[in-house]
Nanobody
Framework: QVQLVESGGGLVQAGGSLRLSCAAS????????MGWYRQAPGEQRELVATITSGGSINYSDSVKGRFTISTHGAKNTVYLQMNSLKLEDTGVYLCYSYTPINRREYWGQGTQVTVSS
């Protein structure tokens, strides 16, 4: 089992920055991929960015060049640095992890990001 706890969301003006953090606990040795998804009201959950234990990174086209994903402490924490925020970045940001040994996905409870004009 893996537990994920996000922090760092909030209200920010368009053009501003926020940094999200996600701390993993439990069977973190088994994690292969960590990342972030987001869900806006009335919309489907969408990929923001992921990073694998081998260092491979994937960003959605909508955040490339503005967001940066990184990890610290041997898969214990994953960060999402969000710059040049836009109104359409508003949503609940959920931390995600995948453990291939049991093919399980884990999700955090989410943190709200609101970008205002």
């Amino acid at each position: 089992q893996v537990q994920l706890v996000e922090s760092g969301g909030g209200l920010v003006q368009a053009g501003g920055s926020l940094r999200l953090s996600c701390a993993a606990s439990g069977s973190i040795f088994s994690i292969d991929t960590m990342g972030w998804y987001r869900q806006a009201p009335g919309e489907q959950r969408e990929l923001v960015a992921t990073i694998t234990s081998g260092g491979s990174i994937n960003y959605s086209d909508s955040v490339k060049g503005r967001f940066t994903i990184s990890t610290h402490g041997a898969k214990n924490t994953v960060y999402l640095q969000m710059n040049s925020l836009k109104l359409e970045d508003t949503g609940v940001y959920l931390c995600y992890s995948y453990t291939p040994i049991n093919r399980r996905e884990y999700w955090g409870q989410g943190t709200q990001v609101t970008v205002s004009s």
